[in-house]
C-alpha cells in the first residue's frame, strides 16, 4: 500500500503558483519524498526528489517539513501543460526498489 | 535520463488471445519493472525482471498469465496471456537509473 496521502484533486489559475500537498506521517528515517506526474496517455514522469531538506530544480520546489511528516511540491509558474495526476511516493533510495503508486493528486491548471 | 521504447503503443485485441509487449532500454539495466494501470487508476506493479532469473511477481500476478522474459540488459517482454476484457489497461515498463525510475510510454490494451 501506497505510504502516502494526497488531496484527490486541485484547481489552480494559470500563472500561479501551484502547491500540492502529500502526507507521510509514516516514514522512516531512510526513505526519501518522490513526485512524479502523469500527463495524459504518457508515462510517469520524475519530478524531483528529497530527503529532509528542500530542494529545488527547474520544474519545481520541494519543502519537506521538519518532521519530515509532510512536504509539498510547488509549481511557481503554473501552465496549461502541466495539467497532469502527481503522485507522492515515499521509498528508500536504494536502486531496485520499485515505487508503490498512490492514486495522486489530479492538478487542472485553468486558464 | 534513460530512453525506453515500448511497443506497441496500443492494441485491439480478441478475449482469449496473447499479446507480447516488448521493452528496450537505450543502456543496460540489471532489473526492469512492468507496471499495470487499468482505467482512471494509478499504476500497480506487476513483476520484477531481473537478467538471468526468473522474474518476482506481485500479490496477484501469476507467471501462467503475465509471463515475462528478459533475456539481456536491455530488452524485456511481457506478455499478457488468454486475454478478457478485464485485462484491458495500460501497460509500462520501467527502469531504475541514479535512484529516479523511468518510464516507457506505455502500452494501451483493449480487449475485446
Given at each position: 500500500?501506497?505510504?502516502?496521502?494526497?488531496?484527490?484533486?486541485?484547481?489552480?489559475a494559470?500563472?500561479?503558483?501551484?502547491?500540492?500537498?502529500?502526507?507521510h506521517?509514516?516514514?522512516?528515517g531512510?526513505e526519501?519524498?518522490?513526485?512524479?506526474?502523469?500527463?495524459?496517455?504518457?508515462?510517469p514522469?520524475y519530478?524531483?526528489?528529497?530527503?529532509?531538506?528542500?530542494?529545488?530544480?527547474e520544474?519545481?520546489?520541494?519543502?519537506i517539513?521538519?518532521d519530515?511528516?509532510?512536504?509539498t511540491?510547488?509549481?511557481p509558474?503554473?501552465?496549461?501543460?502541466?495539467t497532469a495526476?502527481?503522485?507522492c511516493?515515499?521509498?528508500?533510495?536504494?536502486?531496485?526498489?520499485?515505487?508503490?503508486?498512490?492514486?495522486?493528486?489530479?492538478?487542472?491548471?485553468?486558464? | 535520463?534513460?530512453?525506453?521504447?515500448?511497443?506497441?503503443s496500443?492494441?485491439?485485441?480478441?478475449?482469449?488471445?496473447?499479446?507480447?509487449?516488448?521493452?528496450?532500454?537505450?543502456?543496460q539495466?540489471?532489473?526492469?519493472?512492468?507496471?499495470?494501470?487499468?482505467?482512471?487508476?494509478?499504476?500497480?506493479?506487476?513483476?520484477?525482471?531481473?537478467?538471468?532469473s526468473?522474474?518476482?511477481?506481485?500479490?496477484?500476478?501469476?507467471?501462467?498469465?503475465?509471463?515475462?522474459?528478459?533475456?539481456?540488459?536491455?530488452?524485456?517482454?511481457?506478455?499478457?496471456?488468454?486475454?478478457?476484457?478485464?485485462?484491458?489497461?495500460?501497460y509500462?515498463?520501467?527502469?531504475?537509473?541514479?535512484?529516479e525510475a523511468?518510464?516507457?510510454?506505455?502500452t494501451?490494451?483493449?480487449?475485446?
Amino acid at each position: 500500500d501506497a505510504k502516502t496521502t494526497q488531496p484527490t484533486s486541485m484547481d489552480c489559475a494559470e500563472g500561479r503558483a501551484a502547491n500540492l500537498p502529500c502526507n507521510h506521517s509514516t516514514i522512516s528515517g531512510n526513505e526519501y519524498v518522490y513526485w512524479y506526474r502523469q500527463i495524459h496517455s504518457q508515462g510517469p514522469q520524475y519530478i524531483i526528489h528529497g530527503l529532509k531538506n528542500n530542494e529545488t530544480n527547474e520544474m519545481a520546489s520541494l519543502i519537506i517539513t521538519e518532521d519530515r511528516k509532510s512536504s509539498t511540491l510547488i509549481l511557481p509558474h503554473a501552465t496549461l501543460r502541466d495539467t497532469a495526476v502527481y503522485y507522492c511516493i515515499v521509498r528508500v533510495d536504494n536502486y531496485g526498489q520499485n515505487f508503490v503508486f498512490g492514486p495522486g493528486t489530479r492538478l487542472s491548471v485553468l486558464p | 535520463s534513460a530512453v525506453i521504447s515500448q511497443k506497441p503503443s496500443r492494441d485491439i485485441c480478441q478475449r482469449g488471445t496473447s499479446l507480447t509487449i516488448q521493452c528496450q532500454v537505450d543502456s543496460q539495466v540489471t532489473m526492469m519493472f512492468w507496471y499495470r494501470q487499468q482505467p482512471g487508476q494509478s499504476l500497480t506493479l506487476i513483476a520484477t525482471a531481473n537478467q538471468g532469473s526468473e522474474a518476482t511477481y506481485e500479490s496477484g500476478f501469476v507467471i501462467d498469465k503475465f509471463p515475462i522474459s528478459r533475456p539481456n540488459l536491455t530488452f524485456s517482454t511481457l506478455t499478457v496471456s488468454n486475454m478478457s476484457p478485464e485485462d484491458s489497461s495500460i501497460y509500462l515498463c520501467s527502469v531504475d537509473r541514479n535512484t529516479e525510475a523511468f518510464f516507457g510510454q506505455g502500452t494501451r490494451l483493449t480487449v475485446v
